[in-house]
T-cell receptor
Framework: SQTIHQWPATLVQPVGSPLSLECTVE??????LYWYRQAAGRGLQLLFY??????ISSEVPQNLSASRPQDRQFILSSKKLLLSDSGFYLC???????????????FGDGTRLSIL | GQQVMQIPQYQHVQEGEDFTTYCNSS?????IQWYKQRPGGHPVFLIQ?????EVKKQKRLTFQFGEAKKNSSLHITATQTTDVGTYFC?????????????FGTGTQLKVEL
């Protein structure tokens, strides 16, 4: 069966520090991968999605970036964190069939990021 | 850009009462999905509707997709404390949406004994 791992679960970082969040998927090949951010009590904002190695689509302008160095690895990064980067970051995957359209997304447990 | 709104934003009910959340998209959707997020947890996929006017049931949950494929609803009959959480609809746009879902704003359900 497929599993998704996301770490760390909780992170406290000072303003201006770098960030690296990692997500890996097991049990499937060529998944579509997604990074979302959720502010407290709010909905999910899509940040990046990827349909293959090295293929990244960015949804909103920001100081975050994403990379997919391996088929089942998705990394969210920042060179200098802002206070507004605080939130709950969720990684998700969906099967590659039909380009991911009409397929459910499966989420990791998320990372709660607090910027001080 | 595409927007997906849900109402109400919050709903408190007594256990045993019914609950409905409504989802409205600014554009026509190719399909609608529903997710549930328990407090402190991550969203979990519940169901997908694809056809215009489609109705699906999962035990006490009834999901509908509108005829115009721009709205959807989730109805829970006789709520239980295990139904607590935030319910999100999410849709793929009919064209030009790529491989991404647009999530609704969510409805937070609280169930009191």
């Amino acid at each position: 069966s497929q599993t998704i791992h996301q770490w760390p679960a909780t992170l406290v970082q000072p303003v201006g520090s770098p960030l690296s969040l990692e997500c890996t998927v097991e049990g499937t090949s060529n998944p579509n991968l997604y990074w979302y951010r959720q502010a407290a009590g709010r909905g999910l904002q899509l940040l990046f999605y990827s349909v293959g190695i090295g293929q990244i689509s960015s949804e909103v302008p920001q100081n975050l970036s994403a990379s997919r160095p391996q088929d089942r690895q998705f990394i969210l990064s920042s060179k200098k964190l802002l206070l507004s980067d605080s939130g709950f970051y969720l990684c998700a995957w969906s099967p590659p069939l039909a380009g991911g359209r009409n397929q459910p997304q499966h989420f990791g447990d998320g990372t709660r990021l607090s910027i001080l | 850009g595409q927007q997906v709104m849900q109402i109400p934003q919050y709903q408190h009910v007594q256990e045993g009462e019914d609950f409905t959340t409504y989802c409205n998209s600014s554009t026509t959707l190719s399909n609608i999905q529903w997710y549930k997020q328990r407090p402190g947890g991550h969203p979990v996929f519940l169901i997908q509707l694809v056809k215009s006017g489609e109705v699906k049931k999962q035990k006490r949950l009834t999901f509908q997709f509108g005829e115009a494929k721009k709205n959807s609803s989730l109805h829970i009959t006789a709520t239980q404390t295990t139904d607590v959480g935030t319910y999100f609809c999410a849709g793929h746009v009919l064209t030009g949406g790529g491989n991404k879902l647009t999530f609704g704003t969510g409805t937070q359900l609280k169930v009191e004994l």
